[in-house]
């Protein structure tokens, strides 16, 4: 696996190098353990607004979509009216997709439910944690992504397939694919030494 070597000369997953903000979201959010329901919601989201663009993009976007979504407060955005839509749909600085929009409307509804029904998004997503993960950055959806895109689906959660919802995964540090010999990977196993998966 190749790596980039950033403007401290250390090794980082080769990806980061795309663009200069990418380096802060990589070392400081990308792949490490995410319990924080907002935060699992708001990726969720993201990752489906990324769907068929990049995700410099949506990154570069994020502050505006947290304006726009009420923070992803989940009980705010799943209150949104049509009067919500026609708002986002003119605010230039999202990505104005009427049914990505109206998505994470739907799905902060159906985030409400899963809270019900499991206690928390945390408590549900991470029973799909990789248990044996593939060689890091090998592949772009994983028997786990593909069981919680279906698991997910069937809840009415919409803009959650397998290649978007691996994308989450590896984000909220669900598999560590940090690439071997990136400086974030140890750190990122550390972590995960410490983190109380919910529910259990």
Known sequence: MSLFEGPDGLARCRWCGGAP?????????????VS???RLFEKLCLEGFQSGL???T???????????????????????TDADVERLLA???????????????????????????????AAFVWRYEAKTPAPPQSQTTSPESEALSKALKKRGWRFVGPTTVFAFMQAMG??????????????AAEMRKGFVVPGR
Do not use: M
């Open 21 to 33: 903000e990418f380096v802060p979201y990589h070392d400081h959010e990308w792949g490490f353990p």
């Open 36 to 38: 924080d329901d907002t």
């Open 54 to 56: 990049s995700w410099r």
């Open 58 to 80: 949506i990154l570069n976007k994020r502050e505006a979509f947290r304006a726009g979504f009420a923070g992803f407060d989940i009980a705010k955005v799943a209150a949104f």
């Open 91 to 121: 605010d230039a600085s999202i990505v104005r997709h009427r049914g990505k929009i109206t998505a994470a409307i739907n799905n902060a509804a159906r985030a409400q439910e899963l809270i019900a029904e499991a206690g928390s998004i």
């Open 174 to 187: 669900l598999v560590n694919d940090h690439a071997e010999g990136c400086v974030s990977r140890a750190k």
